[in-house]
């Protein structure tokens, strides 16, 4: 079974467990029924990206995979790593612009929960990922920096719209710039 058909299989279970997707409170007007349907079209738009990248990563996978010439060649002078391999890896990536563009760049508003939440769900691909390779998180920059931040309290919040570039890397968060952070810490605390 291919992982784009397991993750399609997890969301049916997760939508199916959840009953039916309800959006907005029926009879309270017409903002609320449009609201529902934007919030519904950026779900479908969502699902419909995540199945592009998965697909894109399954076919650089079976290029890999298929491509049994390679195991024939000259090992590449500087490369210890396939490079078709190298190619499926970073099509990934695009999870973690998914996740950050969609999500944290999306001016969502947490609760503690919320921040929770998708911490557990990036802990899960930290996991997943952390069957290939020893720092996992590096797979996910943007989106591991970006819940480093909502985690932290909020006078270090206030510290970090005050330090400025040079807070940001005495935290260890060198992958986003000021103004994505910043953008992070006033949706969190406005």
């Given at each position: 079974m291919r992982f784009s058909q397991v993750y399609k299989m997890e969301l049916s279970i997760c939508q199916s467990s959840h009953g039916e997707r309800s959006f907005g409170i029926p009879g309270r007007g017409?903002?609320?029924?449009?609201?529902?349907k934007l919030e519904e079209f950026r779900i479908n738009w969502a699902e419909k990206i995540s199945s592009v990248i998965l697909r894109g990563s399954d076919s650089h996978c079976r290029d890999y995979i298929k491509n049994k010439r390679h195991w024939h060649e000259k090992h590449?002078?500087?490369?210890?790593?396939?490079?078709?391999?190298?190619g499926a890896l970073d099509y990934l990536q695009g999870i973690d612009r998914l996740i950050f563009t969609g999500i944290l760049m999306n001016n969502v508003k947490f609760n503690n929960g919320g921040v929770e939440r998708l911490g557990c769900d990036l802990e899960v691909l930290y996991g997943l990922f952390g069957l290939w390779c020893l720092r996992p998180k590096s797979f996910f920059p943007k989106a591991s920096e970006g819940i480093k931040l909502l985690k932290m309290c909020e006078k270090k919040f206030q510290d970090c719209l005050a330090g400025g570039e040079r807070w940001l890397?005495?935290?260890?968060i060198r992958q986003l710039s000021v103004a994505e952070a910043e953008k992070i810490v006033k949706v969190e605390y406005s």
């Open positions: 017409i903002i609320d029924e449009e609201i529902g590449e002078e500087g490369w210890t790593v396939s490079k078709s391999l190298i890397k005495e935290n260890g």
